[in-house]
């Protein structure tokens, strides 16, 4: 079975940095674009960004472009988000979804979740 | 942006009922690109239907998706107590990918 495994959520002050891993395994990981969403307390599912299988496009969703940074690492079946200049508003749990092999995805695939909090 | 509205909120029904929640989308979903969600209270969000009418593995068939262009549906047919539950529509015909803001089931 699918399994992520995200970490690296806690408690942050507002401009701080905080950065998530997410492990996969039992899956070919180099051969599926990897994302991140997330979901605020009591809200609903916000895609936050995405990475192709091999690591060489990324997307942001405008509320956090310029602020997050996705990257991946096939050796280690790893995909992290770096996430520098935090506001309130990125208080959240973060989960990693497996996307497709090409194109926009679905997420058959979720990780457990991390909860990232913004607060001083 | 797509914009995804569902509706009710909330449902609240007996066992045994059909439950038909609602996904309305600003603009045309291409190529009926429309995935649900099931989400349990703590949970991570399960998949249930993509391309609008496709179950996704291991999902019962009292599941089901319809619909085309801005209007989608899940049936749950018979509700059960274990699918108390939010349920989430998400579309990935366009970029940026987005979510609707859910449908809660309740057991009467």
């Known amino acids: 079975e699918v399994q992520l495994l995200e970490s690296g959520g806690g408690l942050v002050q507002p401009g701080g940095s905080l950065r998530l891993s997410c492990v996969a395994s039992?899956?070919?990981?180099?051969?599926?674009?990897m994302d991140w969403v997330r979901q605020a307390p009591g809200k609903g599912l916000e895609w936050v960004s995405g990475?192709?299988?091999?690591?060489?496009?990324?997307y942001y969703a405008d509320s956090v472009k310029g602020r997050l940074t996705i990257s991946r690492d096939n050796s280690k079946n790893e995909v992290y988000l770096q996430m520098d200049s935090l506001r309130a508003e990125d208080t959240a749990v973060y989960y990693c979804?497996?996307?497709?092999?090409?194109?926009?995805?679905?997420?058959?695939?979720w990780g457990q979740g991390t909860l990232v909090t913004v607060s001083s | 942006e797509i914009v995804l509205t569902q509706s009710p909120g909330t449902l609240s029904l007996s066992p045994g009922e059909r439950a038909t929640l609602s996904c309305r989308a600003s603009?045309?979903?291409?190529?009926?690109?429309l995935a649900w969600y099931q989400q349990k209270p703590a949970q991570a969000p399960r998949l249930l239907i993509y391309?609008?009418?496709s179950r996704a593995t291991g999902i019962p068939d009292r599941f089901s998706g319809s619909g085309s262009g801005t209007d989608f549906t899940l049936t749950i047919s018979r509700l059960e107590p274990e699918d108390v539950a939010v349920y989430h529509c998400?579309?990935?015909?366009?970029?940026?990918?987005?979510f609707g803001g859910g449908t809660k089931v309740e057991i009467k």
């Open positions: 979804a497996r996307g497709l092999v090409a194109g926009r995805p679905y997420y058959e695939y």
């Open positions: 039992k899956f070919s990981f180099s051969t599926y674009n």
């Open positions: 990475i192709t299988n091999g690591g060489d496009k990324t």
């Open positions: 603009q045309s979903v291409s190529s009926n690109y």
């Open positions: 391309g609008a009418s």
């Open positions: 998400q579309q990935y015909g366009s970029s940026p990918l987005t």
